[in-house]
């Protein structure tokens, strides 16, 4: 799997598509375009990754940075979402 680290820029939700389309860099200007798949043939399946795009869009509005596990054969596909914490002593984001 590979992976990508950033801070979560913008997250946009296409129900057309049944997507999450999530913006991951270090600033708005360098970017890597990533998506979450939702489908609901599989609620189990369905409800994390429904999890996953909350938890994203919670990165986002608190400025934390993610690391974005994603599928060797669709790069852009997220697998697996890591959230990074605030570390003791750190000020939290305005």
């Known amino acids: 799997m590979a992976e990508v680290t950033g801070f979560v820029q913008q997250v946009k939700y296409d129900p057309m598509l049944e ?6 860099g270090l600033t708005s200007a360098d970017t890597v ?4 798949r939702v489908t609901a043939t599989n609620e189990p399946v369905a409800l994390v ?5 909350e938890g994203l869009t919670a990165a986002m509005l608190g400025g934390r940075s993610v690391t974005l596990s994603t599928d060797d054969a669709n790069p852009s596909s997220i697998e697996s979402v890591a959230i ?7 000020e939290a984001p305005a």
């Open 49 to 53: 990754k429904l999890g996953m795009i």
């Open 33 to 36: 375009l990533c998506y979450v």
């Open 19 to 24: 997507a999450a389309l999530v913006w991951i």
């Open 84 to 90: 990074h914490p605030v570390m003791p002593g750190e």
